[in-house]
Antibody, heavy 118, light 113 residues
């Protein structure tokens, strides 16, 4: 069974940083492309970014609102994907979901809540 | 970025009746080399994470009931629930994965009339 477990959310002040983690199991992580999708309170889904498998180059792409502030990385030895979030803004407040799939989000984690507030 | 626009924003349908949700993309999602539409539908029930329903515009994911069907090509797509059940109350999202920069529709809230 595919499992994605996010962690690392919490309350942070504007301008601060936070690193989220997503531990994966139940599939071949080394071959998987991994994404982050967020959902602001009461709002819709917003794609944050994606990292390819190492065999496909291991590069990451980002949505415009987070480009230059967020960095997605992966540790295949730990079956874990990360998102380092810097220069956080109040509009980054959301539940952050980890997903797996080349474009389609085949599976989703339960999400971790990030609140950016002074 | 490719803009995805769903209609309606809110839909109320009686139990057992048909529900139809539409999604329009700002550019074609049909990749000519493989004749596939890079388009998906997701369901998010209250308090839960989203779940994949349909991909390649019309392929149901494993375990999705056959009352859910997807149709359309190019820029216009439809999700149809043939006979609405109480457990189908949810917000439904369309998504394009044609572009490197993935985008979702704004969501359609489906409730029981």
């Amino acid at each position: 069974e595919v499992q994605l477990v996010e962690s690392g959310g919490g309350l942070v002040k504007p301008g601060g940083s936070l690193r989220l983690s997503c531990a994966a199991s139940g599939f071949t992580f080394t071959k998987a492309w991994m994404s982050w999708v967020r959902q602001a309170p009461g709002k819709g889904l917003e794609w944050v970014g994606r990292i390819k498998s190492e065999s496909d180059g291991g590069t990451a792409d980002y949505a415009a609102p987070v480009k230059g502030r967020f960095t997605i990385s992966r540790d295949d030895s730990k079956n874990t994907v990360y998102v380092q979030m810097n220069s956080l803004k109040t509009e980054d407040t959301a539940v952050y979901y980890c997903t797996t799939g080349p474009g389609i989000a085949l599976a989703w984690g339960q999400g971790t809540l990030v609140i950016v507030s002074s | 970025d490719i803009v995805m626009t769903q209609s309606p924003d809110f839909l109320a349908v009686s139990l057992g009746e048909r529900a139809t949700i539409n999604c329009k993309s700002s550019q074609s999602l049909l990749y000519s080399s493989n004749n596939k539409n890079y388009f998906a539908w997701y369901q998010q029930k209250p308090g839960q994470s989203p779940k994949l329903l349909i991909y390649w515009a019309s392929t149901r994911d494993s375990g999705v009931p056959d009352r859910f069907s997807g149709s359309g090509s190019g820029t216009d797509f439809t999700l149809t629930i043939s006979s609405l059940q109480a457990e189908d109350v949810a917000v439904y999202y369309c998504q394009q994965y044609y572009s490197t920069l993935i985008t979702f529709g704004q969501g359609t809230r489906l409730e029981i009339k």
